[in-house]
């Protein structure tokens, strides 16, 4: 495998911030290996303006802090520079969600409408699960989910793409897959999650093209956390995040 993506934070020109909190103190660089994200109030998730849990937590759909690495410099040359290539990218995700819903970890990004992540996040009754889910369109749900105990664990989506991205139609086929990672930073056995499509390109009637989901800057990996309630100080570590592509 060749590596694209390692000790990103080093580089201010490796990534990018997709509305930043006006608090900088919100977002910490702790070395060029490692980063720190408070759970912001907000989602990602759905069209919805906002909506209004259990609690009375209001949760905006315009995450703060969403932190953006390129893959490829278009999703629509992916396929025509790297026929066959099989991508990997995983990072350490270190939470302790307090409420239903706080969450961190590690989306394929085309835009608020349309990605894949796998987070760490907190459940209705309690416990905490690793959960895949995928927004096509606006439309969001919940694909596969696997309860964790760990504070930190290794997650990682792999993906291949399906179709010629510069000609027609094509998608991301996603597989999902954890590992607990002991205090000691052992890693242990990994656990399948789920897997699914993300749509990047897509068709018409007869053929019509109707444009790429993930418009002209292609497909993104980001870190993303969200939806703590307010007050709250809890905060996200990545560590790690490592992408390799491997030619099939």
Known sequence: ???IVARVFGRPDGWQVVNPSEDKDTLRVVDDDTLE??????STWGRESWRRDEAGFEHWRNARNVVTIGTTPRAEQAQAQMPGERFVAEVRVR????????Q????????????????KEGMRDGSTCVVLALEAQGQPRVVGKQMVTSA??????????DGHCDRGPCTAS????????DEDGSVGTSVDVASCQLPLRSSGPAGEDVGTECGGDGLKLALVAHSAPPGSEARVRFAGLRLRSERA
Do not use: I
């Open 1 to 3: 495998m060749s590596e």
């Open 37 to 42: 994200l408070q759970a912001l109030p907000g």
């Open 95 to 102: 939470n302790a969600p307090s409420v239903y819903g706080e």
């Open 104 to 119: 961190g970890g590690l989306f394929l990004w085309c835009n608020f409408d349309q990605y894949v992540k796998l987070v």
């Open 152 to 161: 930190e664990v290794l997650v990682r989506l792999t993906w291949t793409l």
């Open 174 to 181: 996603v597989e999902a897959s954890f590992a607990a990672v």
